[in-house]
Every structure is written in C-alpha cells, then in structure tokens.
Nanobody, 123 residues
Framework: QLVESGGGLVQAGGSLRLSCAASGRTFSSYTMGWFRQAPGKEREFVAA????????YYADSVKGRFTISRDNAKNTVYLQMNSLKPEDTAVYYC??????????????????WGQGTQVTVSS
C-alpha cells in the first residue's frame, strides 16, 4: 500500500515536498516513481528512482526543478518540487514497480499505486 502526502496550494515559483509511505518489507526491492494527471489529460511520468537510489530519471518538463529521493529505512520516497509553474497543477501519484527504473519512463507501473495528492500552482 502506498500513501501520498504533502500536496497543496502554492504560488508560482514556490516549492512543495511530496512524500509516499509504503507498507511491507520489500520496499527496497522496488523501483519507485511519481506520475501526474492534470484535468482532461492523460497520466504522465514525472520521475523514477531505482531500488537502491542510485539512478534517477525525470521527465523533460521537470528536469532541473524536481528531485526524487528515497529512504529505504523509512519505506518512503520523496519528490521535492521547486520553481513550480501553473502547468505543474495535477494530481500526483506514487507508484512502485518491480522492473528497472528506466522502464517506468516509458511504461505505466505494473505495481502498486497510491490514491494521489492534489498539487495546485496559482499564477
């Protein structure tokens, strides 16, 4: 089970930090990632991190502004979002995947999904 938190309303240029807490003892074996879905749009990949945290991948739209990280001791993955833009407004979903992190950049997760957390960026 994955539970996201940290969403909210922020002005353009501001920052938010999303967290995703996972239950279970196999967290450190899974790729973790973030996806988002804006109103009227398809769900899209945002960021992924390998099981050990060594490799990270980002969508071009967030590269240089967002940072994904994980703490395997706490079964938690984070998404630090800086320099937020109105176009970042979406529901953000955490996902796990047993496949390598790079696969998540081109394929939806086949593992678990969280319920989503709303991020709204005002102009």
């Amino acid at each position: 089970q994955l539970v996201e938190s940290g969403g909210g309303l922020v002005q353009a240029g501001g920052s938010l930090r999303l967290s995703c807490a996972a239950s279970g003892r196999t967290f450190s074996s899974y790729t973790m990632g973030w996806f988002r879905q804006a109103p009227g749009k398809e769900r899209e990949f945002v960021a992924a991190i390998s099981s050990g945290g060594r490799n990270t991948y980002y969508a071009d739209s967030v590269k240089g502004r967002f940072t994904i990280s994980r703490d395997n001791a706490k079964n938690t993955v984070y998404l630090q979002m800086n320099s937020l833009k109105p176009e970042d407004t979406a529901v953000y979903y955490c996902a796990s995947d047993p496949r390598p992190a790079q696969v998540m950049t081109v394929r939806p997760s086949i593992g678990s999904w969280g319920q989503g957390t709303q991020v709204t960026v005002s102009s």
